[in-house]
């Protein structure tokens, strides 16, 4: 069981569009629509963003949404606010009851 | 609305067992919901450590498997973690959560634990 694959950072300036990938394998990401997603501020606990891929939980602000294409998911953040700046990490239903996390990417707001 | 506090030891000498508690508020841990426990090494990223059911059905990280015991006490509302044999690579804030179908959400605060004699 591998952690999925992020990239280490991404960056934006407010206002722009910014894309995260996340890629496993088809024994997690690519077998299952469960992949959620969670932003985490410096010394705080995460937050669940996007669930079952594509869902949000209520609260979120619709500026997020998730896909997936195969074994990748990727989480979109529109209209980028400074306010986004902060670690996110996927995570995946990796069968039998199990779940693997992203590797994280840290996102800069320029 | 559902609420998890973390509480234990934040200090635990290498080879000895590490023991967390999670108290659930706000929900009846025997209503039903997976529970679980997530880790976050210092500067590093989130490691799902295991499930269980409110039932006691347990599901561990295969790479953790041999060291970790996850229990369930419904009469207190809380589950609770043992890792065994710990070194410094086990230094690392614990989270307990909430697993919702295939998500957790809410997640406690975290408690930082560090291995060193």
């Known amino acids: 069981q591998s952690a999925l694959t992020q990239p280490a950072s991404v960056s934006g300036s407010p206002g722009q569009s910014i894309t995260i990938s996340c890629t496993g394998t088809s024994s997690d990401v690519g077998g299952y629509n469960y992949v959620s997603w969670y932003q985490q501020h410096p010394g705080k606990a995460p937050k669940l963003m996007i669930y079952d891929v594509s869902k949000r939980p209520s609260g979120v602000s619709n500026r997020f949404s998730g896909s997936k294409s195969g074994n990748t998911a990727s989480l979109t953040i529109s209209g980028l606010q400074a306010e986004d700046e902060a670690d996110y990490y996927c995570?995946?239903?990796?069968?039998?009851?199990?779940?693997?996390f992203g590797t994280g990417t840290k996102v800069t707001v320029l | 609305q559902v609420q998890l506090q973390e509480s234990g030891p934040g200090l635990v000498k290498p080879s000895e067992t590490l023991s967390l508690t999670c108290a659930v508020s706000?929900?009846?841990?025997?209503?039903?919901?997976?529970w679980g426990w997530i880790r976050q090494p210092p500067g590093k990223g989130l490691e799902w450590i295991g499930s269980i059911y409110h039932s006691g059905s347990t599901y561990y990280n295969p790479s953790l498997k041999s060291r970790v015991t996850i229990s369930v006490d419904t009469s207190k509302n809380q589950f609770s973690l043992k890792l065994s044999s710990v070194t410094a690579a086990d230094t690392a804030v614990y989270y307990c959560?909430?697993?919702?179908?295939?998500?957790?959400?809410?997640w406690g605060q975290g408690t930082l634990v560090t291995v060193s004699s």
């Open positions: 995570c995946s239903y990796a069968g039998s009851s199990t779940y693997v």
């Open positions: 959560a909430s697993l919702d179908s295939d998500w957790f959400d809410p």
């Open positions: 706000g929900y009846s841990i025997s209503s039903g919901y997976y």
